[in-house]
């Protein structure tokens, strides 16, 4: 039995950080509360970035989840101006029903870090938990 593909929109070498959601609720519920934090107290004029500790390339992201999910299937390639151009189809067809617009493919193709990895929210007394953690996959 033949399994299908999974498209990998691009190259699929573009790196992350993906952060769990809750965590990120954690870090606002430390920035909403009237209790000193970062080294200080909040004045609403500071800006946190928000980063996951692993630096992750697409490629791995969607490898992980297929690993969580208990799936192997072979990954795919698909060029990101064929990706453009099929969403623009999509677009056309289904109009704001569409599963992602064209702009969202360059996107994936764009490296999102934090040169300070996870410390803005270790600063407000949170940890970021790792993808595969929170996926229960070891590394």
């Known amino acids: 039995m033949v399994l299908p593909a999974m498209p990998l929109s691009g190259r699929g070498q573009a790196v992350y950080q993906p952060i769990w959601a809750e965590d990120v609720v954690d870090c606002v519920m430390r920035v909403l509360d009237p209790k000193p934090f970062h080294n200080g107290s909040a004045d609403g004029h500071e800006r946190f970035e928000l980063a996951g500790p692993q630096a992750l390339s697409h490629r791995e992201i969607v490898e992980l989840v297929l690993r969580a999910a208990g799936r192997t299937r072979p990954l795919v390639s698909v060029p990101a101006p064929v990706v453009r151009r099929a969403l623009r ?3 056309t067809l289904l109009g ?3 599963p992602a617009t064209p702009d969202e493919v360059d996107l994936l193709e764009v490296s999102m870090t934090s ?3 996870v410390a803005d929210a270790q600063g407000l007394g949170v940890t970021p938990r ?3 953690a ?3 996959v070891p590394t």
């Open 89 to 91: 189809l999509a677009e």
């Open 96 to 98: 704001s029903r569409a």
């Open 115 to 117: 040169a300070d990895g």
């Open 130 to 132: 790792a993808m595969s």
């Open 134 to 136: 929170i996926l229960g």
